[in-house]
């Protein structure tokens, strides 16, 4: 690939690289700075990509790695996750919370509970809800089926669910 074909790649797919990983980051430079790292490890590996999956699903198994490295690096872990869009997805099977406070209290069982699952959970979780993958994206991105893709998200979701049900009841 051609530094001018590369340039096209970045201007097409930084946009939604970009918003992967704002919804993972919550922090405007830290996504920036992030989704810069994704595609300068993107371009130094550009020749391992063979084209078996598509090109956005590489970007953001990339992104996530960028990400994970990111977040050992700075073991700032409740304060790098965004919540917002994970509780979001949570709250289809929850009761409304209509007071603040235990809509944050909620934010903060939601972000501990996440680093809690297993990593193969996880990554699931954060595919799933963050980047908006597809099941099928989500199989091929991790290597596992598309079925497994759905156990490991509805399992994620569930365990969530259980330990913030055990923080709220303490």
Not at 18 to 37: H, I, M, R, S, V
Not at 82 to 95: G, I, K, P, Y
Not at 150 to 165: C, D, G, N, Q
């Amino acid at each position: 690939m051609k530094n001018k074909d590369f340039e096209i790649l970045y201007k097409d797919y930084f946009p939604r690289i970009y918003a992967f990983l704002y919804k993972l980051t919550g922090n405007y430079t830290l996504a920036e700075d992030l989704t810069q790292e994704t595609f300068f490890q993107a371009f130094c590996s550009l020749y391992r990509f063979r084209g078996e999956s598509d090109i956005f699903t590489w970007l953001c198994a990339i992104a996530k790695h960028v990400y994970y490295r990111n977040l050992r690096k700075n073991k700032n872990f409740l304060e790098t996750v965004s919540m917002e869009t994970l509780l979001e997805s949570l709250q289809e099977t929850t009761a409304p919370v209509e007071e603040a406070v235990e809509q944050r209290f909620l934010a903060e069982s939601a972000k501990k509970a996440l680093l809690k699952l297993p990593k193969k959970y996880q990554d699931v979780m954060i595919l799933r809800v963050y980047a908006e993958m597809k099941y099928a994206e989500i199989g091929e991105t991790l290597h596992i089926s598309e079925n497994s893709a759905r156990v490991r998200y509805h399992r994620a979701k569930k365990t969530i669910l259980e330990m913030i049900t055990h923080d709220t009841e303490l």
